[in-house]
């Protein structure tokens, strides 16, 4: 079974700090999802990406397949970012995610 | 606007009684799936089901049960023989397999003991 490490666990930052999230794993992956958690418990699916590196607004995810490494980037923090970032795996089965533990975002103004 | 709907929002059981979570999705997702999250933990996955009147255990299946009647309603019962029901339970769909395209979430039910 794939194992999954994100890192860091907790991130305090300030308003427009640049911020990286990074995911680790152990088994070759068809996709890897990142994820947003909002402190009411809903998800929000933020990126799924094999290769390379996708932009959306001011969220950067990157992935290297031969280090099996994805990192999150969010450039210009603000505080509605706070919330908790999962990293997901998914090994092209059928069979639903494999997720990490999260890391919970604190964006201070 | 398509989505999925989980009810109720919070939900409590008593000793020895089943309770039923409900997932509608509007999405016309094929796929569909049930995850429960405790504190300081990944997501794992309940069941599954690919396709209607079909479905398939997860990591976690023990104390729960499935139907899949509808393509828009997946419901997951909580039996009594699960022993710590305590957590967050959160319903997702896809399109197709989860290596293709993306998960959709609901907004969760978190289920309490008495």
């Known amino acids: 079974k794939n194992e999954v490490e994100q890192s860091p666990q907790n991130l305090t930052a300030q308003e427009g700090e640049f911020i990286t999230i990074n995911c680790s794993y152990s088994?070759?992956?068809?996709?890897l999802h990142w994820l947003q958690q909002h402190p009411g418990g809903g998800i929000v699916s933020l990126f799924m990406l094999s290769s390379g590196k996708k932009k959306h607004g001011r969220l950067i995810a990157t992935i290297n397949i031969q280090e099996k490494h994805s990192s999150l980037h969010i450039t210009a923090s603000h505080p509605r970012d706070s919330a908790v970032y999962i990293c997901?795996?998914?090994?092209?089965?059928?069979?639903?995610?494999?997720f990490g533990k999260g890391t919970h975002l604190i964006i201070q103004p | 606007d398509g989505g999925i709907t989980q009810s109720p929002k919070y939900l409590f059981r008593k000793e020895g009684q089943n309770v039923t979570l409900s997932c509608e999705q509007n999405l016309n997702h094929d796929a569909m799936y049930w995850y429960r999250q405790d504190p300081g933990q990944g997501l794992r996955l309940i069941y599954y089901?690919?396709?209607?009147?079909?479905?398939q255990k997860g990591d976690i299946a023990e104390g729960y049960s499935v139907s899949r009647e509808k393509k828009e309603s997946f419901p997951l019962t909580v039996t009594s023989a699960q022993k710590n029901p305590t957590a967050f339970y959160l319903c997702?769909?896809?399109?197709?397999?989860?290596?293709?395209?993306?998960?959709?979430f609901g907004d969760g039910t978190r289920l309490s003991i008495l």
């Open positions: 089901s690919q396709i209607v009147n079909d479905f």
């Open positions: 088994v070759g992956i068809s996709a």
């Open positions: 997702a769909s896809s399109s197709g397999q989860v290596g293709d395209q993306p998960q959709h």
């Open positions: 997901a795996l998914s090994g092209g089965g059928a069979d639903g995610l494999t």
